[in-house]
């Protein structure tokens, strides 16, 4: 029986950096009544607060609700209001070494970018981002930047070198994060296993890089039974489904009919 569902953010729950949406929200809403629910995602606290919560109503449930920012470096629990329980945070000087590298791969890479909207890096406390467009970039640009992941990987084959000591993932659209090693979502997920004493065999996970050099790939690697979404929309139709199978009936699936 599963008893977590974790889904990553950007790009399953939402699209990349923008709200949840109205239907979406419902949905978690109504997950949140059959099951616990964690997010993890290698996005700052404030990206959460913009993203997830500013859409979802304040409604009953939220005691089942789990947030980790920074694949878990950072754990939120709600208790009356939204409550950080740690922060694992990296040295002034090992982000000073990750931002030196990061400026000096993207330049000797020689891939130019005509515009950058907003910092292009970002400094999230326990990980720093290089969103190559800028952090502000609008998402139709970002999605037609880097689709075979092969601008970011001629980065990170620059970058592996300059940061022996770091671990070096792909994020989002056009992203690249950098945290201490060992720090992905298989990092959040056991995170998960110690706080809430839920096994790995009782959770799941959703999310839209599973696959090799993708950022969700460690939670699948952790043993959890992980789900590959498109996008938001088929994340939608797969915690439909979850609600039908847990929930109390309500939920009505329209399939095509099987013989029995
Ligand atoms: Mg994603």
């Not at 709200?19 to 949140?32: H, K, R, T, V």
């Not at 950080?84 to 000087?93: A, G, I, M, N, R």
């Amino acid at each position: 029986m599963k008893k977590l569902f974790v889904f990553d953010l950007d790009g399953t729950l939402a699209e990349s950096k923008s709200p949840l949406s109205p239907d979406m929200a419902d949905l978690l809403i109504e997950l949140l009544g059959v099951m616990k629910v964690a997010v993890i995602s290698g996005g700052s606290w404030a990206q959460f607060e913009t993203q997830l919560l500013g859409s979802l109503p304040h409604a009953e449930g939220f005691e089942n609700l789990f947030l980790l920012p920074t694949c878990g470096t950072q754990f939120f629990h709600f208790d009356g209001e939204w409550t950080k329980v740690y922060s694992e945070d990296l040295s002034s000087e090992e982000r000073n070494t990750i931002i030196a590298s990061l400026t000096a791969a993207l330049e000797e890479s020689g891939i130019t970018v005509e515009r950058v909207w907003g910092e292009a890096i970002e400094d999230r406390g326990s990980q720093i981002t290089l969103s190559v467009l800028g952090q502000e970039a609008p998402l139709e640009v970002k999605r037609d930047w880097d689709p075979d992941f092969s601008k970011r990987r001629s980065i990170i084959a620059i970058l592996e070198p300059l940061l022996p000591g770091f671990a070096i993932n792909m994020g989002g659209t056009t992203s690249i994060d950098v945290t201490k090693p060992g720090i992905d979502k298989a990092y959040g997920i056991r995170k998960l296993v110690d706080h809430l004493g839920i096994p790995v065999a009782e959770m799941l996970f959703a999310g839209d890089a599973i696959f090799d050099g993708g950022n969700d790939y460690p939670a699948q690697e952790a043993g959890v039974d992980s789900i590959l979404v498109r996008d938001p929309r088929e994340t939608a139709r797969v915690i439909q489904t979850v609600i039908a199978c847990l929930g109390d009936g309500t939920t009505q699936i329209v399939s095509p009919g099987r013989p029995t």
